[in-house]
Every structure is written in C-alpha cells, then in structure tokens.
C-alpha cells in the first residue's frame, strides 16, 4: 500500500472538498453550506469548490470553510479535452456536450477541476447537482489522483429530464445516458429521497452497489434563530387576514400558475392573502395572471430574502406547488417553523417529508381545485405545531452530518486500502 507521505493510514475523511457550480439561492446550495458547517464543526477540514463565484449565498459560507473558486477552460477546447480524454464516452457525450450549442459551465471547469484534485489530493470530494457530479468524476477519472467520489442527485432526475421545459433542452434529454453510464465510477452514489434512488435504477437504470438515500441537513439552531426575528411587512400583523406563503424560483417546476389559480379558489370564499417569494423568469407572466383573476391586490412578489424564516414562522400555511422535486427543504423548513403544509403528491420527497399526508394535506400535481381545497383544509383546521416541529427534528444537521461522515469515512478508508 502507497500511503501519502503526509499520513500514515488514512482512517477517515480529515480533508473533504464539496463541489458546486455555484451558490445561487437554491435547496441543494443551502443543504451543501449547512453540511459544511457541521463537517467542520466535527473537525473536519472543507473546501468549497465552486465552478462560478456567485450566488445570492456567497456570502453565507460558514466560517471556516475555505471556498475556491475554479478556472475556465474555452468552451471548445474544453469539449475537447473532455472528448480525448474519455473517448470511450464520446458518443454518449455527443449531443448534450459535444454538439450542443452552450457549453455546460461545469465541463469548462473540468481541467480546474482535475489540477485541483492533483494538487491538493483530499480525502474525498463530494459534489452536488447532475452536471457537476459528472465533470467531478470525468475530472478524477483522468488525474493521477486517487480521491474517492461521492456523487449527490438531488432531484428525482428522470422526471425532471422529461418535464416539459426540460425534454427539449439536449443537456437534459440525453443526460440520463450520461448518468447510466459514468455514475457507476462514483464511490457511492446519494439521493436526497427513497424516491430519487428509485428512479436512478427503475427508470435510468443505474447499476451501482451503493446507492444511498440520505436526508439533506436543514433544520439547525441558526434556522430556530432567524425565523425568530422581527418581520417587517403588513400583512402579517396581528388580526390581520391569513396569509399563505410559498416561495422557490419563479420557474416552471415550481407551477405557481396552478397556485395561483388555487388562491384564486380560496378568496372566493374567505379572506386571505398571498405571500410568493424568489425570483425568476415567469414574474411577469404571474404578475398578469393575477391580474386577469382579479387577485393582484391580495398577492405579494417580495422577490428572494435573506431570511425565509421568519416569513415562514408567521404564516397560515405554506403551499409547495411543485410538478416535481428531489428533497424539497423549502418544505421542511417551514414544517421547522411550526407552519401549516400543503404540497403537491408530486414526483420526489414530498410524500415522505408528510408521511402520506399525516403532517399535512398532500394535493394533486396541477389541480388547482384541490390545491385550494387543501389550503382551506390547513386554515380551518391547521395540524398542531408541535407535531411539525417534532417531525423536522428527522431533518437535523446534526444527523444528516452523522451518516454523511460515515460514508465519507468508508470511502477514504476503502480507497486508501486498495492503494
């Protein structure tokens, strides 16, 4: 066995890099900051590597955690390096990297990504979100390095490649391909949901020994913290009326057409009103759809805010419309805040974060009838905040921290034996 000239036997993961391509303010890029928190208060040392140095998280990197931010490579010489050095898998690659129009951010980082692993040599690198998770592995298949590589799905990805807005695109039609055939070379392959992993065999057929379903680190004292923070904003005064929240990217996944047109519903027989936080593309589009429903007055676009928590904290409920999820911690952050739920039986975590509905009303993918009527169901007769803040516990740093470095520790372990 070659052991590194700096340590002796490598035991468990000391030094641990987590690749992203970003921090844009999404679930998998806060789940990821909250991992790296609780690696590092357990001694660990981490890296951030980020593809681009942006984000509206940028600066919410705990302390602590060192970020790097990787260099480019030219988009065709980069397809190129890519295609020379893995030309077992050109033709896989063909269509959703070689020939398509935009090149994925993640693969011009690829080259940065493999002088990275050369040069620092961690214990184990863990990356996030398909794209990145595939350049991660191309890039230590290719270096002289040994370190092992956890891959993390963090949305049921055969729906997600066969939505709508998604199955025109190359990089996700032909992306299950991709995963079937390179995911295999991952040391353990994580999905934030049983329903995610699911998919990964049953649908993409993924053959893979060790395929994990692990729950994303959501629910911290920083959480309990901020939600308990003064809100600035009328609506949510007291004797006022009940206000529904929902927030996440004003995208098509997230179908607040639906919601809106369920709130719509709801208004026609009570007062009530409409909180919509995040940012996104469809604003306009839902701004005019408010006001062909008449509603515009009662609905509110605040944009994306720092601190969801306290919104989350004081509203009547929460709605989650969305056509498909991986692990939604928007949802388990509000079951955290004590907030009534109601989500969409949509394909992903949903169901499972509600157990079928016994933490909340479980709705159809796109029925905005029983939307409202699941929104009505939750005001009348809200499930008890206590049961809520007693199911979030499942969802804690400290325990997902605990099975994260239990694997992070069998793979440094297993790869340092075989070297």
């Known amino acids: 066995m070659n052991n590194r000239p700096d340590q002796t036997v490598i035991t468990q993961a000391n030094r641990i890099a987590l690749l992203l391509p970003s921090l844009e303010g999404g679930g998998a890029e806060r789940s990821m900051l909250n991992l790296a928190a609780g690696l590092v208060s357990r001694g660990r040392q981490v890296e951030l590597i980020l593809c681009k140095g942006k984000g509206s998280l940028m600066d919410q990197v705990p302390e602590g955690v060192s970020v790097v931010i990787l260099d480019t490579t030219p988009g065709i010489a980069a397809r190129a390096l890519l295609a020379l050095r893995h030309p077992l898998d050109a033709l896989a690659m063909l269509?959703?990297?070689?020939?398509?129009?935009?090149?994925?951010?993640?693969?011009?980082?690829?080259?940065?990504?493999?002088?990275?692993?050369?040069?620092?040599?961690?214990?184990?690198?863990?990356?996030?979100?398909?794209?990145?998770?595939?350049?991660?592995?191309?890039?230590?298949?290719?270096?002289?390095?040994?370190?092992?590589?956890?891959?993390?799905?963090?949305?049921?990805?055969?729906?997600?490649?066969?939505?709508?807005?998604?199955?025109?695109?190359?990089?996700?039609?032909?992306?299950?391909?991709?995963?079937?055939?390179?995911?295999?070379?991952?040391?353990?392959?994580?999905?934030?949901?049983?329903?995610?992993?699911?998919?990964?065999?049953?649908?993409?057929?993924?053959?893979?020994?060790?395929?994990?379903?692990?729950?994303?680190?959501?629910?911290?004292?920083?959480l309990r913290r901020l939600a308990a923070e003064p809100l600035d904003h009328a609506w949510f005064a007291d004797g006022s009326s009940p206000v529904i929240l929902s927030a996440g990217r004003l995208t098509e996944q997230k179908d607040f057409r639906t919601l809106l047109s369920a709130f719509a519903l709801v208004r026609a027989k009570r007062a009530a009103r409409l909180v919509i936080l995040g940012e996104g593309r469809l604003r306009d589009d839902l701004n005019q759809q408010a006001n062909t429903l008449g509603i515009e007055g009662d609905i509110d676009f605040p944009g994306f805010v720092d601190n969801p928590f306290k919104y989350m904290n004081r509203a009547s409920a929460f709605v989650l419309p969305s056509l498909y999820e991986g692990l939604p911690g928007v949802l388990i952050q509000a079951m955290a805040c004590g907030c009534p739920l109601v989500s969409t039986n949509s394909p992903g975590g949903s169901a499972d974060i509600l157990q079928q509905g016994t933490y909340g009303e479980l709705v159809k993918v796109g029925d905005a009838e029983d939307m409202a009527r699941g929104i009505l169901a939750q005001l009348e007769n809200p499930t008890p905040r206590e049961q809520l803040l007693s199911r979030a516990e499942d969802f804690s740093v400290e325990g997902a921290v605990d099975k994260y470095l239990a694997l992070l520790d069998l793979v440094a372990s297993e790869t340092a034996g075989h070297q």
Not at 116 to 143: F, R
Not at 163 to 179: D, E, G, H, T
Not at 200 to 214: E, F, M, S, V, Y
Request: aromatic share 6%.
């Open 95 to 222: 269509r959703p990297i070689l020939l398509a129009k935009k090149n994925p951010p993640e693969v011009s980082r690829i080259p940065a990504i493999r002088r990275y692993l050369q040069q620092q040599k961690p214990d184990a690198l863990l990356s996030a979100l398909t794209y990145a998770n595939l350049a991660a592995l191309w890039a230590a298949g290719s270096s002289s390095c040994a370190t092992p590589v956890i891959v993390s799905e963090r949305i049921a990805l055969w729906t997600s490649c066969h939505a709508p807005n998604n199955v025109r695109k190359w990089r996700w039609r032909y992306a299950p391909q991709l995963v079937r055939r390179i995911y295999p070379r991952a040391s353990a392959v994580v999905t934030v949901s049983q329903h995610a992993a699911d998919e990964l065999t049953d649908k993409i057929g993924l053959q893979h020994a060790r395929i994990l379903p692990l729950n994303n680190p959501v629910v911290d004292d920083r």
